[in-house]
């Protein structure tokens, strides 16, 4: 059974701070990556595709580790505004693209 | 404006009802999913629809029906043998973006409670 293992947190940082998460994944086979933002009471977002190469997207870095099966989220300069949860997701086709989800990493960003 | 729309946004049910959410989405997505997610948990998959007329149980699709007539078109029904049915119902669809990687972008849910 394929899992998506995340630190639930909450992490509590402080404005303009620089925060990392991790996520495990167990299928060694996975090829795509991704983090999406969930608000709360709202739908999941997405925020970026994890790259083998690794990839940013201003503020927020994204690495992908596959001897170690983890991957990575980085912000850095910590807004209020980025207070959310944040899943990670593995996604594997082989047919039918059925992506895992981990259960998400509290983020509160305080002033 | 693409997107995909999930009505209604609350819905209120007595328990033993048969209840169906809506899910429409304009992208042309081939694949469609529904997900369900309780107060402090995953998404847990329902069903998945990779192609017009067929569709396939999820994790946790005992109690749910679906059907997949129209590519645009998803609907979920939760029906009365649903042991807990109070929850945010999530859809979603996905599109191939190249190679072996997908995308996929949810609808902005329904949340259902039965008393």
């Known amino acids: 059974r394929k899992e998506v293992e995340q630190d639930p947190g909450p992490f509590n940082v402080p404005e303009g701070a620089t925060v990392a998460f991790n996520c495990t994944y167990s299928?060694?086979?996975?090829?795509?990556f991704f983090w999406y933002r969930q608000d709360c009471r709202k739908e999941p977002k997405l925020l970026m595709s994890?790259?083998?190469s690794g990839n940013e997207d201003g503020r927020f870095t994204a690495q992908l580790n596959r001897a170690s099966q983890y991957i990575s989220l980085l912000i850095r300069d910590s807004k209020l505004s980025d207070s959310a949860t944040y899943l990670c997701?593995?996604?594997?086709?082989?047919?039918?693209?059925?992506?895992?989800f981990g259960r998400g990493t509290s983020l509160i960003v305080h002033p | 404006d693409g997107g995909i729309t999930q009505s209604p946004k609350y819905l209120f049910r007595k328990e033993g009802q048969n209840v169906t959410l809506s899910c429409e989405q304009n992208?042309?997505?081939?694949?469609m999913y529904w997900y369900r997610q309780d107060p402090g948990q995953g998404l847990r998959l329902i069903y998945y629809?990779?192609?017009?007329?067929?569709?396939q149980k999820g994790d946790i699709a005992e109690g749910y029906s679906v059907s997949r007539e129209k590519k645009e078109s998803f609907p979920l029904t939760v029906t009365s043998a649903q042991k807990n049915p109070t929850a945010f119902y999530l859809c979603?669809?996905?599109?191939?973006?190249?190679?072996?990687?997908?995308?996929?972008?949810f609808g902005p849910g329904t949340r259902l409670t039965v008393t």
């Open positions: 997701v593995e996604g594997s086709s082989g047919g039918s693209y059925i992506p895992t």
């Open positions: 992208l042309n997505h081939d694949a």
């Open positions: 629809s990779q192609i017009v007329n067929d569709f």
């Open positions: 299928n060694s086979a996975s090829q795509s």
């Open positions: 979603a669809s996905s599109y191939r973006q190249g190679g072996d990687s997908y995308e996929q972008y």
């Open positions: 994890v790259y083998s």
